[in-house]
Every structure is written in C-alpha cells, then in structure tokens.
C-alpha cells in the first residue's frame, strides 16, 4: 500500500478507471458481501428516510434508525468496503507530539492487483459513494424550504457522513490538495493555450 498524508506529495491519478487501467479487470463481482453492504446501508438509510411517515409515526425511531443506518454505513464503506472493492483506504492518527495527521492510501499499480479489483466492483463503489450523499444534498434543501426543520439535524448528519467518506475516498485517488489545484491549473492552462493555438491558425 502506498501512504499519502496531507503533508507528502502524491501521485495524479484519474478518479473513474481508465480504459488501460480495466482491460485486465475481471467483469465479475470478486466480494459479493462487500458489494452488498457497501450499498444496504446508505440505501436503506435512504428508504427509511423517505417512508418514515408511512412505516412509524413516531420521530425518534425513525431518527434513531437512520442514524444508526448511516453510522453502520460509514464504518463499513471507510474500514472494509474501500479496500477490498478499489484498493483505498483512509484515516486519522494521532502523534507522540499530539498532532493529527489524515493518512490517505493507495493501493500500487500491479499486474496482480489489477486482478483483485474487479471493473464491477469499482463502478458499484463510486457509484454508491457519489450518488447517495448527492442525495442527501437535495434532501437537506428539500427540508430547509419545506420548513420540516426537525428533519434537518437528520439531513445534516446524512451529508456529513457520506460526505466525509466521498471526500476521504478522492483524496486517496486523486492526491493531496495541492496536487488538485496543480491538476486544475494544468487543465485551464491547457485548454487556454489550445484555444488561442486555434485562433491563430484561423487568423
């Protein structure tokens, strides 16, 4: 595994998989139980968010539920589901001196790596990943401008805990901050220099 902290730089790489980088990938699901909780949890988090009024009528179960839901679901995805279905792993750690230092890891590019991380398994993992806290997103807008503001606390934990996990995940990724601003510096610079490359040849 290669460790990036917040202090180190690392390597750019490309969020989705690369055509070169799934080739090699097998097709096929390789942790069918990991796959599954890596999405029963935020999804059914999700559900019981939206037929609350129907199942219970009582606030507090549905609350309690949800937030035990998502918790369950920030567990699995940061310590199981990240590692096995796309060779991620992030957390925080603290020194001798007692600083916090956030460790982003990576698994290496190898022939035989590449064969543990199956094309289906990263797909159903960013998939789940992005999607449910863009949800979250809509529904906390949702509960602001329909007044429902017991609800919010609810929406709120949803975004923080999904989201941390989205963040956590890009950084392991993509690299340190620093390298994302190199990345969108090079990109504009690019497409800059391109468009002017194409006004003077037309001129």
């Not at 180190?8 to 796959?35: G, Q």
């Amino acid at each position: 595994m290669l460790q990036q902290d917040s202090n180190d730089d690392t390597e750019d790489v490309s969020l989705f998989d690369a055509e070169e980088e799934t080739t090699n990938r097998p097709r096929k699901i390789r942790h069918p139980v990991a796959s599954f909780f890596h999405l029963f949890f935020r999804v059914s988090a999700i559900v019981v968010y939206l037929l609350c009024e129907l199942l219970s009528s009582s606030f507090i179960t549905c609350m309690v539920t949800i937030i035990l839901l998502l918790s369950c679901d920030f567990w699995a995805v940061k310590n199981v589901t990240g590692r096995l279905m796309v060779g991620l792993r992030w957390w925080n750690h603290i020194d001798e001196d007692g600083k916090s230092h956030w460790v982003f890891e990576s698994r290496k590019e190898s022939s035989q790596e590449n064969k543990t991380v199956s094309e289906a398994e990263s797909r159903i993992f960013w998939l789940g990943l992005i999607a449910c806290p863009v949800l979250w997103v809509i529904f906390a807008f949702s509960a602001l401008f329909s007044f429902r503001v017991k609800w919010l606390a609810v929406v709120i934990m949803g975004v923080v805990l999904q989201g941390a996990n989205l963040y956590g995940y890009i950084r392991c990724k993509v690299g340190s901050r620093k390298n994302l601003t190199s990345m969108a510096t090079s990109y504009f610079g690019k497409q800059f220099l391109r468009q002017n490359t194409g006004d003077d040849q037309t001129s």
